[in-house]
């Protein structure tokens, strides 16, 4: 019996999209680790949710602390220093594993809905995803972000 003939495009540019909310350093590790396996650049996509942003906007926008219980108020300056932070982390991070094994990367922030806005922006063959209904604890999903011509 044989087998089909299949074509395999050359995966060139891996992206790797997440948030805030993401447990951002296994799928950093996960999609490291594709980037070394197939010598591709890595695309890690820093998507904050575009709902978030325009709340900000809103007079009335408040934020609820878990710590305390204590309403705050939601603006774009408090949006901006809540987004530095984890944004800061997965940079580094993502650098200290490029300089590590060595391999491309590029960072970038983009206004949407994670996943549909990380396939929207890149030009990456490899589309690295989490999945939230198993608690983010590894990746989760990955597909072809784009067809072979």
Avoid: H, W
Wanted: proline share 3%.
């Amino acid at each position: 019996m044989t087998s089909p003939d299949r074509t395999y495009r050359e995966i060139r540019k891996i992206a790797v999209a997440f948030d805030p909310s993401c447990a951002a350093p296994a799928l950093l590790e996960a999609a490291a680790d594709l980037a070394v396996s197939f010598g591709a650049e890595l695309e890690a996509l820093f998507v904050e949710d575009s709902d978030m942003a325009r709340l900000s906007q809103l007079p009335f926008g408040r934020i609820a602390r878990l710590s305390s219980g204590r309403m705050e108020t939601f603006d774009t300056a408090a949006r901006l220093s809540m987004r530095a932070g984890p944004a800061a982390k997965y940079r580094d991070a993502l650098r200290r594993l490029a300089e590590a094994r060595r391999f491309a990367y590029s960072v970038r922030e983009v206004a949407g809905l994670a996943l549909a806005q990380a396939a929207n922006e890149s030009t990456a063959e490899l589309l690295v995803v989490s999945s939230v209904r198993i608690g983010l604890k590894a990746v989760t999903g990955m597909c072809l972000n784009r067809t072979a011509s």
